[in-house]
């Protein structure tokens, strides 16, 4: 963790909670040391250890900088295997995607979406992992879509993007974008002929970053990475 995150201004960090055992079994403080902290979506905070007991860590904390900023970029994704979303979504928040978008798409598996992952709520924990790795506090909203069509409609975006090594020319790389953007991703059996058409009729530009046919998991973060690093953000 490079920043604990919290949802309001802490007193009391119950001897129980994952980030007490984190601040004193990995990070070893006492009291008096201070720690790096934060508000979901909000400001830093500076934390000093107050006191240590049996019921937990007593702290006071000081307010610094917002560091809920996130970049004018969406990641729409079709639904894919739950192990690799994970890690898609852990890695999406740390890069400082603004916006996921989670669709059912032709092709993948509808199944997906009946996941743990979504039910027991646990996307939204690895959002928050995904956050304190970044050292940022800001924690991106996530939409689902029951299909592609619903997903395309609500996108807004100056620039959309369609990621596929069936139809796409050029290169993400070497596109010029500014402005808002959004990357549409598919799943591991690709988009269908169907969903292809309805992204070109609704403005998205087809578009590969190499020959290489990517896992959806690493075609995710590197594209995101690329696409920030064209739209000179990173």
Same mark, same amino acid.
């Given at each position: 963790?490079?920043?604990?995150?919290?949802?309001?201004?802490?007193?009391?960090?119950?001897?129980?909670?994952?980030?007490?055992?984190?601040?004193?079994?990995?990070?070893?403080?006492?009291?008096?040391?201070?720690?790096?902290?934060?508000?979901?979506?909000?400001?830093?905070?500076?934390?000093?250890?107050?006191?240590?007991?049996?019921?937990?860590?007593?702290?006071?904390?000081?307010?610094?900088?917002?560091?809920?900023?996130?970049?004018?970029?969406?990641?729409?994704?079709?639904?894919?295997?739950?192990?690799?979303?994970?890690?898609?979504?852990?890695?999406?928040?740390?890069?400082?995607?603004?916006?996921?978008?989670?669709?059912?798409?032709?092709?993948?598996?509808?199944?997906?979406?009946?996941?743990?992952?979504?039910?027991?709520?646990?996307?939204?924990?690895?959002?928050?992992?995904?956050?304190?790795?970044?050292?940022?506090?800001?924690?991106?909203?996530?939409?689902?879509?029951?299909?592609?069509?619903?997903?395309?409609?609500?996108?807004?975006?100056?620039?959309?993007?369609?990621?596929?090594?069936?139809?796409?020319?050029?290169?993400?790389?070497?596109?010029?974008?500014?402005?808002?953007?959004?990357?549409?991703?598919?799943?591991?059996?690709?988009?269908?002929?169907?969903?292809?058409?309805?992204?070109?009729?609704?403005?998205?530009?087809?578009?590969?970053?190499?020959?290489?046919?990517?896992? *959806?998991?690493?075609?995710?973060?590197?594209? *995101?990475?690329?696409?920030?690093?064209?739209?000179?953000?990173?």
């Amino acid at each position: 963790m490079n920043i604990i995150l919290f949802e309001n201004i802490p007193s009391l960090i119950p001897i129980g909670d994952e980030r007490a055992k984190h601040i004193l079994s990995v990070l070893r403080m006492k009291k008096g040391d201070r720690f790096r902290a934060g508000l979901i979506n909000g400001r830093e905070l500076i934390c000093t250890i107050e006191d240590i007991t049996d019921d937990g860590i007593f702290v006071s904390s000081a307010e610094g900088d917002d560091l809920s900023h996130l970049f004018p970029l969406t990641l729409m994704l079709a639904e894919v295997r739950p192990i690799s979303m994970r890690r898609i979504l852990r890695e999406a928040v740390s890069l400082g995607v603004g916006h996921i978008m989670l669709l059912i798409s032709d092709l993948g598996e509808k199944s997906y979406r009946d996941a743990g992952l979504y039910k027991s709520g646990e996307y939204k924990k690895i959002l928050i992992d995904g956050a304190m790795q970044s050292g940022f506090t800001g924690i991106p909203p996530v939409s689902f879509f029951s299909s592609l069509d619903d997903a395309v409609k609500a996108v807004a975006s100056d620039s959309r993007i369609l990621l596929d090594n069936v139809i796409g020319r050029e290169r993400l790389s070497k596109m010029r974008l500014s402005g808002s953007v959004t990357i549409a991703i598919g799943p591991e059996r690709g988009w269908s002929e169907r969903e292809r058409n309805v992204m070109l009729k609704n403005g998205f530009i087809p578009a590969l970053m190499g020959n290489r046919i990517l896992r *959806t998991e690493t075609a995710a973060v590197t594209a *995101t990475a690329m696409a920030l690093s064209v739209m000179d953000l990173i």
